[in-house]
């Protein structure tokens, strides 16, 4: 089922959260919201959901209009932030709480919280409650609950914020491996690029309540329509041109200590590891001091130093008219 928003305006008092919005995530798609604190990315889920309503605008899912539906029509299941879990439930009883509701058979809230116990990797943890739970697992309990309904449309608001980094990245993984398993339209709420670039099918970048661009997470990033989409998905060179400025992220320069091509001459101010990578600080002629960086093997190679002159040029670049912001 899609989700297909048009026209969509939200204020708060004076404050406009959402600016004519218009998105479309594909049927079946693992979409993302991404984009700084405050720009909107949770105000439109939660409208999309039904929590909020739009001052003008509708969404759309599938081939229902539900702009003016309550939330318990919509067929959306939700991922809180805080994961919203029951604590005094057990992980059993947070998961089947959905289909309880629906006065569902005893037998069959047994068999379908078994299921989703599986599909999160939780089997026999059933009879916990949250407290004896990791960050982790509450948040695969929380997404099993999400999923116990069977809903059209699962929307997840910044569903990894609270975690460290290496369970974010363990459940990067487990989300994707869900999507391909329940096969259910999903949209989260990131303000992570690498996240949104590693788990989603498509892409929506917002800034200020508008959407700056929409589309495939490799044609947002190789091909970004603004600087601000550029320089949202990492370090970013400004480099000063006649009639346009020229944006060049610093892995796209070509490193050599000889000349070649047209290439321009820099001296190198500092050398710095960055994992995996070597990164150079580097002024060029005319005073302007740019980030390049390479692997460390290529590093090594060029053996350059602290006032090494070496020679750079980008071998993959975005021109924008004017001045930068």
Do not use: W
Not at 83 to 89: E, V
Not at 133 to 154: E, F, H, K, M, T
């Amino acid at each position: 089922m899609s989700i297909i928003v048009r026209g969509l305006v939200k204020s708060f008092g004076s404050v406009r959260a959402l600016r004519d919005v218009d998105i479309s995530v594909p049927s079946g798609s693992l979409g993302a919201l991404l984009g700084p604190s405050g720009c909107g990315k949770s105000t439109l889920l939660r409208v999309i959901a039904g929590f909020e309503s739009a001052d003008a605008g509708r969404v759309v899912l599938g081939e229902r209009d539900v702009t003016g539906l309550p939330l318990g029509k919509r067929d959306v299941g939700f991922v809180f932030q805080n994961y919203a879990l029951f604590p005094h439930q057990t992980v059993a009883d947070n998961i089947g709480f959905a289909l309880a509701v629906r006065k569902r058979s005893r037998a069959a809230i047994r068999e379908r919280v078994a299921e989703l116990l599986d599909l999160v990797q939780l089997s026999g943890y059933e009879a916990r409650r949250p407290h004896e739970l990791s960050g982790g697992q509450r948040q695969r309990v929380a997404l099993a609950r999400a999923l116990a309904a069977d809903p059209a449309v699962l929307l997840l608001d910044e569903p990894f914020a609270a975690l460290d980094a290496n369970v974010r990245k363990d459940l990067r993984r487990s989300l994707r491996a869900l999507h391909e398993r329940a096969h259910v339209t999903t949209l989260l709420v990131t303000h992570d690029a690498e996240e949104a670039l590693e788990v989603a099918d498509h892409v929506v970048v917002l800034r200020d309540g508008v959407v700056q661009q929409q589309d495939h997470p490799r044609r947002v990033y190789g091909e970004p329509a603004n600087p601000f989409v550029m320089g949202f998905f990492g370090d970013v060179n400004v480099l000063s041109g006649t009639d346009s400025t020229i944006y060049v992220r610093p892995a796209d320069f070509r490193i050599e200590t000889r000349p070649f091509g047209e290439a321009n001459a820099a001296r190198v101010l500092d050398v710095r590891a960055a994992g995996p990578r070597t990164q150079f600080d580097l002024s060029l002629h005319d005073g302007q001091v740019v980030v390049a960086e390479c692997d460390d093997r290529r590093a090594e190679r060029l053996g350059a130093t602290r006032g090494t002159i070496v020679f750079i040029e980008p071998t993959r670049y975005r021109a924008f008219a004017g001045t930068p912001a």
